[in-house]
C-alpha cells in the first residue's frame, strides 16, 4: 500500500501546526531512543531498523523545517520553523553523543554484523562514523562543549542566511538611465510616485540590469548592490562560524574544519581541495586570457585604456561581445523563452528521458499561491514514486536562490519521497541561463524522488558524498542545450521554434569566456576553503588576495562578497564541490550519444544505476557502474580547451 503524502496546513494554522508537530515528533524520537538504548533488539538487522525509523522522522522535522523557514510567507512561521531546526539539530547532536546508544551499536556480535546484508553493513559502518565525528568517545566536559558549538552553529547558520535572504537592496533610476533594458521588464517596472524605477537585488530584477543597462553608472549601483547585501552584519557572523567550526574540528581529532569536512567526501582529504583549485586554474589560464583579451578589446573601446574589465561591467560586455562576435542577441534569445512554456517542456523533456510522467495535484494546501504540484509516476504506472512542489517566483520573505529542498525523504513502503524546487524566475520572458539553471535544479528533484525507493532512511535521495551530489544536475544541464530539444518547447509568440543555427551561435557564445568563468568558480572556492583554514582577521583583505590569485577581474572598492556568499553556511568549506562535480558530470555525460539524448538504454542505466541507487553505494562506484570505468578529468579537460 502506497504511503500518504504529507498534508500541509491552512496559512492561519501553520504556525501552530509547526510548534506541535515539533513538539510530538521530538518526543516521540526520543521515547524511540530510550527504547532502542534500554531494550535493544536482539538481531543487528532490528537495531539497525529501529535507528532508521528514529532518523526517518528526525530528519523529516528538519527537511519540512528548513523548507518553510525559507519560504512561507508569514514571518511568524519562518521563525517557528528556525526553532525547529535548533530543536532539531540540538536533539541530533545529543543522540550521536550518548554513549550508551553507541554501544548498542559497537557491541553487536560479530556473528550478527558479518551475517548482515551488504546494504545493512553500509549501514552500519555510516551509523559508527557518525556517533565518532559527533565525539561519542570524548569525555563529558568534550562532550558538552561540542554540544554548545552545534548549537550555536545551526544558530549562526539560520542568522547568516536569514540576514541574506531578508537583504533585499534597492537601486533608484530614471527611465532614460535604463536605456537598453527589456520592454518587457521596463513594462513590469513602472515609475514611482518619484518617477524613478526600482532594481531590487533579486535576480529577475539585477540580472537584465547588469546584462543590458547602457548606462555604467546604474550596472555600477545594481553590482554593488548585489555584493554589499548581509554587510557588514554578516562579518561578525562568519567570524564566529569559522572559529566554532575549526574547535569542533579539533576536539573530534582533526587538524582543522576543512579536513574533518573532507573526511566524508569523495577528495577524502583537506589538504587536496586546495590542490584541486589550483589544478582546475591551471587548466584554464590559457583559455581565460585568450577570452579576456577578447573581452578586453571590446571594453577598450568604450573605456578607453583600461588595463581590466571590472567585475560591474563583466556582464554586459560578455553581451555585446556574443551580439558581434557569435550573432547572439540575449533579449531576442529570451523571447523564445516564456515561462509557461518552459515550465511544461521541462516535465516533458525529463519525462522522457527518465520513463516519468507528471500528474498535477489540484487539491492540496500549499503555502503559497504560485506554488504547483504534481504526482511523479513510472511512464505506464498506477502508484506514484513521489511528490514535487515548484515553487518558482519572487516574493518578499523567500528564499533568494534556486536550490532543491526536501520535504520528506522517501522509504519504500513508509514514506512517499516529496521534494520542493525554490527558485526566483520571471513570470514572463526568461533568460537562457535560467532556463539552464531550472534544468540544473530539477535534477536535483529527479534524484530525490527516484533515490527515494530504497529500504534505508539513510541512503534515501541525494544522499552521495556532497562533493558528487551536484554532478547528475550539472549533466541534465546539457538537454537545455539542446537545439532539437528546445525546439519541442521554446518557441516565440508567433509559435516558431527556436531556429537551430540560434542555438548552435548560443552554445558558441557561451563557450566564450568558460576559462575565466572556471578562474571565478575557483575563486569562489579558494575563499570557501581558506576562510576556514585561516580563519584570517581581515575578511575583506584575504578576499582582495584570493581575488587576485584567481579571479579575472580586479576587486570592487568598498564591497564585501562574503557577507551574502551563502554557500559558506551550507557548503562551509567545500565550495570546491561544483567543479569537482562538474568533472564528474562531463565525464558521464560522455556515455550519451549527442545525436540521441534519449536513447532509452542509457538513460534507463543512468537512471537504475546512478539516480535510483541515491547514497547506497560510494559515488564513485556508481559513476563506474554507469560507465563501466572509473572516472577520469579526460572529458572535463577536454571540453575546457575545446
Wanted: aromatic content about 10%.
Amino acid at each position: 500500500m502506497t504511503p500518504e503524502p504529507l498534508a500541509l496546513p491552512e496559512t492561519d494554522a501553520a504556525e501552530s501546526w509547526v510548534k506541535e508537530r515539533t513538539s510530538a515528533t521530538l518526543t516521540h524520537v526520543r521515547e524511540l531512543a530510550e527504547k532502542l538504548r534500554t531494550a535493544p533488539p536482539s538481531e543487528a538487522t532490528e537495531v539497525l531498523k529501529a535507528w532508521d525509523e528514529l532518523s526517518l522522522e528526525l530528519g523529516s522535522l528538519g527537511g519540512l523545517a528548513g523548507l518553510l523557514a525559507n519560504v512561507h510567507p508569514v514571518e511568524a512561521v519562518r521563525t517557528a520553523c528556525e526553532d525547529t531546526e535548533v530543536e532539531v539539530d540540538r536533539l541530533r547532536t545529543e543522540l550521536t553523543q550518548d554513549q550508551a546508544l553507541y554501544r548498542v551499536f559497537a557491541d553487536l556480535p560479530a556473528k550478527q554484523t558479518d551475517a548482515l546484508d551488504p546494504l545493512a553493513k553500509r549501514l552500519l559502518e555510516k551509523t559508527l562514523q557518525d556517533f565518532t565525528r559527533a565525539g561519542v568517545d570524548r569525555d563529558d566536559a568534550t562532550r558538552a562543549r561540542l554540544t554548545e558549538i552545534n548549537e550555536r552553529l545551526t544558530e549562526l547558520n539560520l542568522e547568516f542566511s536569514r540576514v541574506t535572504r531578508d537583504d533585499v537592496r534597492i537601486t533608484l533610476a530614471t527611465p532614460e538611465q535604463l536605456d537598453g533594458m527589456p520592454a518587457d521588464w521596463l513594462e513590469a517596472h513602472p515609475v514611482n510616485d518619484k518617477g524613478l524605477v526600482e532594481i531590487t537585488t533579486d535576480y529577475p530584477d539585477a540580472l537584465p540590469a547588469r546584462m543590458f543597462v547602457k548606462d555604467p553608472a546604474i550596472r555600477r549601483a545594481v553590482t554593488v548592490a548585489s555584493l554589499e547585501r548581509g554587510w557588514p552584519h554578516n562579518e561578525a557572523v562568519l567570524k564566529e562560524m569559522f572559529a566554532l567550526r575549526h574547535e569542533l574540528a579539533n576536539l573530534v581529532g582533526y587538524e582543522d574544519w576543512p579536513a574533518f569536512d573532507a573526511a566524508v567526501k569523495m577528495i577524502g582529504e583537506g589538504p587536496a581541495i586546495p590542490e584541486f583549485i589550483d589544478k582546475i586554474a591551471g587548466a584554464a589560464e590559457g583559455r581565460m586570457k585568450r577570452d579576456l583579451e577578447v573581452l578586453l578589446d571590446r571594453y577598450d573601446r568604450d573605456v578607453t585604456g583600461a588595463s581590466a574589465v571590472s567585475a560591474a561591467d563583466a556582464l554586459y560586455y560578455e553581451e555585446l561581445v556574443r551580439q558581434e562576435k557569435y550573432d547572439v542577441d540575449s533579449q531576442v534569445v529570451r523571447t523564445y523563452f516564456d515561462f509557461a512554456k518552459v515550465h511544461q517542456g521541462l516535465l516533458d523533456v525529463t519525462g522522457r528521458l527518465f520513463g516519468l510522467r507528471y500528474e498535477p495535484v489540484s487539491d492540496v494546501v500549499t503555502w503559497h499561491e504560485d506554488v504547483s504540484v504534481f504526482d511523479v509516476y513510472q511512464q505506464d504506472g498506477d502508484e506514484p514514486l513521489g511528490r514535487i512542489y515548484l515553487d518558482l517566483h519572487p516574493r518578499e520573505g523567500k528564499y533568494k536562490h534556486a536550490a532543491q529542498f526536501d520535504l520528506a525523504p522517501g522509504v519504500q513502503g513508509r514514506q512517499l519521497p516529496e521534494g520542493v524546487l525554490v527558485c526566483n524566475f520571471s513570470r514572463g520572458l526568461m533568460e537562457h541561463d535560467h532556463v539552464v539553471t531550472l534544468f540544473h535544479e530539477f535534477g536535483h528533484l529527479i534524484h530525490h524522488v527516484l533515490g527515494g525507493q530504497g529500504e534505508w532512511a539513510r541512503f534515501s535521495g541525494v544522499a552521495t558524498e556532497w562533493d558528487f551530489v551536484e554532478a547528475p544536475s550539472q549533466m541534465l544541464e546539457e538537454w537545455a542545450w539542446d537545439a532539437d530539444v528546445l525546439q519541442t518547447f521554446a518557441t516565440n509568440a508567433a509559435g516558431e521554434p527556436i531556429p537551430a543555427d540560434l542555438v548552435a551561435r548560443m552554445r558558441a557564445a557561451d563557450d566564450f569566456g568558460k576559462g575565466y568563468h572556471a578562474r571565478q568558480q575557483m575563486f569562489y572556492a579558494a575563499i570557501s576553503y581558506w576562510f576556514h583554514k585561516e580563519q584570517p582577521d581581515d575578511l575583506t583583505k584575504r578576499l582582495e588576495e584570493l581575488q587576485a590569485a584567481y579571479s579575472p577581474y580586479p576587486y570592487l572598492e568598498g564591497t564585501h562578497f562574503f557577507a551574502n556568499f551563502g554557500h559558506l553556511g551550507g557548503y562551509s568549506s567545500a565550495y570546491y564541490t561544483y567543479m569537482w562535480s562538474l568533472v564528474i558530470a562531463k565525464d558521464l555525460f560522455s556515455a550519451f550519444d549527442r545525436d540521441n539524448l534519449f536513447d532509452p538504454e542509457v538513460a534507463g542505466r543512468y537512471r537504475d544505476l546512478v539516480l535510483a541507487r541515491g547514497g547506497e553505494k560510494d559515488a564513485a562506484d556508481l559513476v563506474a557502474d554507469f560507465l563501466g570505468r572509473p572516472y577520469s578529468f579526460d572529458a572535463y579537460a577536454a571540453w575546457l580547451v575545446s
